[in-house]
């Protein structure tokens, strides 16, 4: 491709203005030349803030839609970049795909597997490239964790247990997401299974216990001295208990409770056979942690500590030569001197990772090849999470096969359903 490619970006919402921020990080270290064309959304002012924000970063307007068939009605379009709400995914993606508009579509990929394979399909009838933002695994904590993990130092991986607590009763970041058509599991926790699967690969079976604990949530606004709450009904489970099973008995857990009041928790470790990884929070900076207590530590253990860990955790050392291996040429450019953790602020971490998911998007429009997190990883991390929802309305496991061959969806009947993906005609 002789010019940069020209593309749009559907959905002005909370995530389409930080892909905009993103793309301008990109630009400004020369990692992505892609040119913004229009800005669509719905509500005609999302459009309107979006294309003063890319006037602003990029230094040209893009022109504003309220429709996609009105953006694509005669345009030159090489490539979209999606970040409407997921139960719409399926919808915006298919056509521009068929048309031969390669899709960066952000996770989770759709909210059910039907819902991902239509997407995956029309990538492939009109041979355009499908990429999933997924930013979680961009984050250098997690390159840094995957390459303790592999580099075999620690020995093999043994289990894995990843949970969060907190939520209380607040809507969390939307509406939509406590909505049947939204689901706030399937939307934070893709996250997390994308990353399970960037560590250990897919799992075989999954089981799952899923719950509604608040049927009502709150929107909080400060007025005044008073404190204005609207409810909002919940639909979507707010808690998720999952257990993935891998090849040889290996586990590795996943629990969410998104509805917990007061002190909250968030902690993921890896355990191998001579230690483990504490793998802190992405786009904290935190440093990644090992483990690996030696024989004398366990002498050392009092017996009310004896089921307890040997040896807390260290920050890893990371020298400047292994850093080079470790990360890509565009995360030390993005993180200059990186070697374990950084210090930067949430909002500037946020729009680096987004800069790294455009610039590999980006650079297989132009050049080909396959981006890291395509179709088929968005929709592996979308299935491993219906597939602890589908266990806990089966009753019993499933395998992670049976729900991406579309041979288990009691669950996501009902959502199919209300998404347009399923009917009774
Ligand atoms: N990777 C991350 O860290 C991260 C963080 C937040 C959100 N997200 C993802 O980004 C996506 C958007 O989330 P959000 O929080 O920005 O939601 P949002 O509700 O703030 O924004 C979505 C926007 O899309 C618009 N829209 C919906 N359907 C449309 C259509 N057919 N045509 C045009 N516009 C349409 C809505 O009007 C809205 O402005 C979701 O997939 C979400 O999971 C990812």
């Given at each position: 491709?002789?010019?940069?490619?020209?593309?749009?970006?559907?959905?002005?919402?909370?995530?389409?203005?930080?892909?905009?921020?993103?793309?301008?990080?990109?630009?400004?270290?020369?990692?992505?030349?892609?040119?913004?064309?229009?800005?669509?959304?719905?509500?005609?002012?999302?459009?309107?803030?979006?294309?003063?924000?890319?006037?602003?970063?990029?230094?040209?307007?893009?022109?504003?839609?309220?429709?996609?068939?009105?953006?694509?009605?005669?345009?030159?379009?090489?490539?979209?970049?999606?970040?409407?709400?997921?139960?719409?995914?399926?919808?915006?993606?298919?056509?521009?795909?068929?048309?031969?508009?390669?899709?960066?579509?952000?996770?989770?990929?759709?909210?059910?597997?039907?819902?991902?394979?239509?997407?995956?399909?029309?990538?492939?009838?009109?041979?355009?490239?499908?990429?999933?933002?997924?930013?979680?695994?961009?984050?250098?904590?997690?390159?840094?964790?995957?390459?303790?993990?592999?580099?075999?130092?620690?020995?093999?991986?043994?289990?894995?247990?990843?949970?969060?607590?907190?939520?209380?009763?607040?809507?969390?970041?939307?509406?939509?997401?406590?909505?049947?058509?939204?689901?706030?599991?399937?939307?934070?926790?893709?996250?997390?299974?994308?990353?399970?699967?960037?560590?250990?690969?897919?799992?075989?079976?999954?089981?799952?216990?899923?719950?509604?604990?608040?049927?009502?949530?709150?929107?909080?606004?400060?007025g005044g001295l008073a404190v204005r709450k609207t409810p909002?009904?919940?639909?979507?489970?707010?808690?998720?208990?999952?257990?993935?099973?891998?090849?040889?008995?290996?586990?590795?857990?996943?629990?969410?409770?998104?509805?917990?009041?007061?002190?909250?928790?968030?902690?993921?470790?890896?355990?191998?056979?001579?230690?483990?990884?504490?793998?802190?929070?992405?786009?904290?900076?935190?440093?990644?942690?090992?483990?690996?207590?030696?024989?004398?530590?366990?002498?050392?253990?009092?017996?009310?500590?004896?089921?307890?860990?040997?040896?807390?955790?260290?920050?890893?050392?990371?020298?400047?030569?292994?850093?080079?291996?470790?990360?890509?040429?565009?995360?030390?450019i993005l993180f200059p001197g990186i070697l374990n953790g950084?210090?930067?602020?949430?909002?500037?971490?946020?729009?680096?990772?987004?800069?790294?998911?455009?610039?590999?998007?980006?650079?297989?429009?132009?050049?080909?090849?396959?981006?890291?997190?395509?179709?088929?990883?968005?929709?592996?991390?979308?299935?491993?999470?219906?597939?602890?929802?589908?266990?806990?309305?089966?009753?019993?496991?499933?395998?992670?096969?049976?729900?991406?061959?579309?041979?288990?969806?009691?669950y996501q009947e009902r959502v199919n359903r209300e998404i347009?993906?399923?009917?009774?005609?």
């Open positions: 491709m002789s010019s940069p490619p020209r593309f749009i970006l559907v959905g002005c919402g909370l995530m389409g203005k930080r892909h905009i921020r993103g793309l301008a990080e990109a630009r400004r270290h020369g990692l992505c030349s892609a040119r913004l064309v229009g800005v669509i959304d719905k509500v005609p002012e999302r459009a309107s803030e979006a294309a003063e924000l890319a006037e602003k970063l990029l230094g040209e307007r893009p022109a504003v839609f309220t429709s996609l068939e009105d953006a694509m009605k005669g345009a030159e379009l090489e490539a979209a970049d999606i970040c409407t709400e997921p139960a719409s995914h399926h919808l915006v993606a298919e056509p521009l795909l068929e048309a031969g508009v390669s899709c960066l579509v952000e996770k989770p990929l759709s909210i059910t597997v039907r819902g991902c394979r239509r997407i995956l399909d029309a990538s492939v009838r009109g041979g355009a490239v499908l990429a999933v933002a997924e930013n979680y695994r961009r984050d250098p904590v997690n390159r840094l964790a995957k390459a303790v993990i592999d580099g075999g130092e620690l020995g093999r991986w043994i289990g894995a247990l990843h949970i969060i607590a907190g939520g209380g009763d607040a809507v969390l970041l939307s509406a939509w997401r406590h909505k049947l058509a939204g689901g706030i599991l399937i939307d934070l926790c893709c996250h997390y299974m994308d990353i399970y699967n960037y560590f250990f690969g897919a799992p075989e079976k999954v089981s799952g216990f899923a719950a509604l604990l608040r049927k009502v949530r709150y929107a909080r606004e400060a909002v009904e919940a639909e979507a489970e707010d808690s998720l208990d999952a257990t993935l099973h891998y090849r040889d008995e290996i586990v590795a857990k996943f629990i969410a409770n998104l509805a917990v009041t007061g002190e909250g928790v968030w902690h993921r470790l890896v355990f191998l056979e001579g230690g483990s990884i504490e793998i802190p929070m992405e786009r904290t900076g935190e440093p990644l942690k090992i483990s690996k207590p030696l024989d004398q530590d366990y002498l050392e253990l009092m017996p009310h500590t004896t089921f307890l860990g040997q040896k807390p955790g260290e920050p890893y050392k990371v020298s400047p030569t292994a850093a080079e291996e470790i990360y890509d040429r565009e995360t030390r950084y210090r930067m602020d949430f909002w500037e971490a946020d729009r680096k990772l987004i800069a790294l998911e455009l610039a590999d998007f980006f650079h297989c429009v132009e050049e080909g090849g396959v981006p890291e997190t395509g179709g088929r990883e968005g929709m592996l991390s979308v299935a491993m999470v219906i597939a602890a929802l589908e266990s806990s309305y089966a009753g019993k496991s499933v395998r992670l096969e049976d729900v991406l061959d579309l041979k288990i969806e009691g347009g993906l399923i009917s009774d005609k």
